[in-house]
């Protein structure tokens, strides 16, 4: 089924399209408004902005994959980002990273089957001093051992 069988969500980006059709970075722009109307950017609604818009598939699809910003598939409630940095990956990070993909059932890049969890290998979070560090959201993590990830997962399996 496509996303775009929405009627009042396939409007509101014919809307974003015709708003932004012949202006400067108007596929960036009309992305991240798709995103907001569809909450990822699948492969139909990359097709109805391309020939909405007079471009290419592959110029679309361009930036929805060079910015991280944007998500190809549905994403969980919450995002799970495992820094692999230099920092973190020394300390450790990738167990923490198994543990977490074994606490959810998830596997890295995916979303788990219930919506709840989309986990995603990183780069640098800024926290280095904390390393290894994960974020959910917008909480962020520290200092951890695969043994601390069970019970950061319960924590959100309760919300």
Known sequence: MSVLENKDMLNQLDQVIAKYKGQKGAVMQ??????????HVPKDVQ?????????????VYGVATFYSQFALEPRGRFIVGVCMGTAC???GAKNVLDKMVAAT????????E???FTIRDTRCLGACGLAPVIMINDDVYGR????DVPGIVDKYKEL
């Open 30 to 39: 009309s992305l991240q408004d798709a995103q907001e109307i569809f909450g």
């Open 47 to 59: 097709i109805h902005i391309a020939e909405g818009l007079g471009v290419t598939l592959s110029e």
């Open 114 to 116: 219930d919506g709840r």
């Open 144 to 147: 951890l051992v695969p043994d």
């Open 89 to 91: 990956y020394v300390r």
């Open 105 to 112: 059932g998830t596997p890295v890049g995916k979303t788990s």
